[in-house]
Every structure is written in structure tokens, then in C-alpha cells.
């Protein structure tokens, strides 16, 4: 099997098993009581803003001390473009942006 091959099927593993548990981690988090399920939501939003923050950071060179609303817009673009095979959200008319 060639390497895209490979990258293709290990990407759609990841994705399936991230799908799937994420699926069973908020079906269980359903059955918690209320203060149990706002702790758990609690925690993983913060580890997920942290990796997301990290990897805004790392690859597409947001800077958030120093960033204006132009860099950290252009950090969303590099992103949203390589999660979604080049297409974005974002749609700029001169100053203007859309979504």
C-alpha cells in the first residue's frame, strides 16, 4: 500500500474511533447528575481549548499576545482550509468579512 493510502486509512481510523468516543463519552455524560456533568463538560472544554489554542500557535503562527484580529483571522483560514481540504467559512468583500 502506497503512503497516501496508508495516511488515508489511518486517517479514517482515527476519525472513526474519535467519533465513536466521543459519541459513548457524551451518552455517559447524560447519565451523570447535574454538578458531575458540568464538572466533566468543564475540564474537557478546557484541555480541548488548550490543544486547539497550542495548535492555532504551533502551525498556524497565531500569537496571542501579540496577535490583532487580521493575524488571528488568517490563523482561522490556514486552518479551516486544511480541515476542510482547502474551502473556508470565511468570506472577505474588501473590509468586510462573512461567514
Keep these: ?7 488515508v486509512k489511518t486517517e479514517g481510523f482515527a476519525q472513526a474511533w474519535f467519533n465513536d468516543t466521543l459519541t459513548r463519552a457524551y451518552q455517559c455524560i447524560g447519565e451523570l447528575d447535574e454538578k458531575g456533568a458540568e464538572i466533566v463538560l468543564s475540564r474537557g ?3 480541548c ?12 503562527g497565531w500569537d496571542p499576545e ?3 484580529f487580521e493575524v ?3 490563523a482561522r483560514e490556514a486552518f479551516e482550509k486544511h480541515i476542510s481540504n482547502g ?3 470565511i468570506i472577505r468583500k474588501g473590509n468586510v468579512i462573512e461567514e
Design 1 to 7: 500500500m502506497d503512503q497516501k493510502k496508508s495516511r
Design 45 to 47: 472544554s478546557e484541555a
Design 49 to 60: 481549548s488548550k490543544y486547539w489554542l497550542s495548535l492555532l500557535q504551533k502551525k498556524y
Design 66 to 68: 501579540g496577535s490583532n
Design 72 to 74: 488571528s483571522l488568517k
Design 87 to 89: 474551502k473556508t467559512s
